[in-house]
């Protein structure tokens, strides 16, 4: 028997920290975890995801009472870090805080790994709300702006952090929601993005509130929308893009527990369970929501690869429909 055998078949017997129980004649020693947890956040240091992925990981850790150790393994849209987890031995230890960058990359490219078959969701942990943004001397309403671009079909341009990013899909499915035609001025990043809009170079952009808040509160970019299905409790008096006219809009990234594929079940078991106790600390929560992130504390493994699987489908059909290609 070879050692990733084995390791699977402790896997599969050894998980009473996490399950309840031991299996007769088992001791503390062999269950899982004993030893550190890796999480493979695919994105630098700094950002949005590396911040959540660490403040998430050090709540894991309380609840596995093992280190969980963030690396970032970052380039080609988050890809290199997913393909290194779709490659790690599946028994535990290699974990992918994966983000919404996978079903985009999907719909766009071939990648290195098949994002259905690869990677294994164990708990959607949270979701990023992208909010609309205008540029200061653009209509302040989503009504108007949309009104704006119907009246000069062609004229209006939108800027985006680069092509094939959240941003640029969200408002090519804006275009495909509303009808309107706009076009793409894609940037190197969020901040040149922003900071053209706010100039007026660009009639609006979509962009995660984290990032845009300080240009909104120096009154530099009006605020129209938020995109996600219910109003934020951060900002409740910001309308849904479907509340502001615009039927099945959504815009939002998110955040998923992922381990590599033919990890046992068990073991998603254990790690869904303590995922959701993690996410369940009140004050935690706090903390995310005043970071834009409404964390997720109650879902399953089977929910989290319905959630999954069916952004795969979204990003893949508004692709199509789009006629979106990215050199």
């Given at each position: 028997?070879?050692?990733?055998?084995?390791?699977?078949?402790?896997?599969l017997?050894?998980?009473?920290?996490?399950?309840?129980?031991?299996?007769?004649?088992?001791?503390?020693?062999?269950?899982?975890?004993?030893?550190?947890?890796k999480?493979?956040?695919?994105?630098?240091?700094?950002?949005?995801?590396?911040?959540?992925?660490?403040?998430f990981?050090?709540?894991?850790?309380?609840?596995?009472r093992?280190?969980?150790?963030?690396?970032?393994?970052a380039?080609?849209?988050?890809s290199?870090?997913?393909?290194?987890?779709?490659?790690a031995?599946?028994?535990?230890?290699?974990?992918?805080?994966?983000?919404?960058?996978?079903a985009?990359a999907?719909?766009?490219?071939?990648l290195?790994?098949?994002?259905?078959?690869?990677?294994?969701?164990?708990?959607?942990?949270?979701?990023?709300?992208?909010?609309?943004?205008?540029?200061?001397?653009?209509?302040?309403?989503?009504?108007?702006l949309?009104?704006?671009a119907?009246?000069?079909?062609?004229r209006l341009?939108?800027?985006?952090?680069?092509?094939g990013?959240t941003?640029?899909?969200?408002?090519?499915?804006?275009?495909?929601?509303?009808?309107?035609?706009?076009?793409?001025?894609?940037?190197?990043?969020?901040?040149?993005?922003?900071?053209?809009?706010?100039?007026?170079?660009?009639?609006?952009?979509?962009?995660?509130?984290?990032?845009?808040?300080?240009?909104?509160?120096?009154?530099?970019?009006?605020?129209?929308?938020?995109?996600?299905?219910?109003?934020?409790?951060?900002?409740?008096?910001?309308?849904?893009?479907?509340?502001?006219?615009?039927?099945?809009?959504?815009?939002?990234?998110?955040?998923?527990l992922?381990?590599?594929?033919?990890?046992?079940?068990?073991?998603?078991?254990?790690?869904?369970?303590?995922?959701?106790?993690?996410?369940?600390?009140?004050?935690?929560?706090?903390?995310m929501?005043?970071?834009?992130?409404?964390?997720?504390?109650?879902?399953?493994?089977?929910?989290?690869?319905?959630?999954?699987?069916?952004?795969?489908?979204?990003w893949?059909?508004?692709?199509?429909?789009?006629?979106?290609?990215?050199?």
């Amino acid at each position: 028997m070879n050692a990733g055998s084995l390791r699977r078949m402790l896997g599969l017997a050894m998980v009473s920290l996490l399950v309840g129980g031991s299996p007769s004649g088992a001791t503390a020693q062999e269950a899982y975890p004993n030893r550190p947890v890796k999480l493979v956040i695919p994105f630098a240091p700094g950002g949005p995801t590396d911040v959540f992925g660490r403040l998430f990981a050090q709540r894991l850790a309380e609840v596995l009472r093992q280190p969980v150790v963030p690396e970032n393994r970052a380039g080609a849209g988050g890809s290199i870090g997913v393909h290194a987890v779709a490659q790690a031995e599946p028994d535990g230890y290699t974990l992918l805080f994966g983000t919404g960058s996978i079903a985009t990359a999907a719909a766009l490219t071939k990648l290195p790994f098949d994002p259905r078959k690869d990677i294994e969701p164990v708990a959607h942990v949270g979701t990023v709300p992208l909010v609309l943004l205008s540029a200061p001397t653009m209509p302040k309403t989503l009504a108007a702006l949309l009104a704006a671009a119907k009246a000069s079909p062609g004229r209006l341009t939108y800027g985006s952090a680069g092509p094939g990013t959240t941003t640029h899909l969200a408002a090519e499915m804006l275009k495909l929601r509303a009808g309107i035609d706009v076009a793409h001025v894609p940037y190197r990043g969020s901040g040149p993005a922003l900071q053209d809009t706010a100039a007026g170079t660009t009639a609006f952009l979509f962009e995660t509130i984290t990032a845009a808040k300080p240009l909104v509160d120096a009154g530099k970019l009006n605020l129209l929308a938020i995109g996600t299905p219910k109003r934020s409790p951060v900002m409740p008096e910001v309308p849904t893009l479907e509340e502001s006219g615009v039927p099945g809009m959504i815009a939002y990234t998110w955040n998923v527990l992922f381990v590599p594929a033919r990890t046992p079940a068990p073991l998603v078991a254990a790690l869904n369970r303590a995922a959701n106790q993690a996410l369940s600390d009140p004050a935690f929560a706090r903390k995310m929501l005043e970071l834009a992130t409404e964390v997720v504390a109650d879902s399953t493994p089977a929910s989290a690869k319905a959630f999954y699987f069916g952004e795969l489908d979204l990003w893949a059909a508004t692709v199509k429909a789009a006629g979106v290609k990215v050199d």
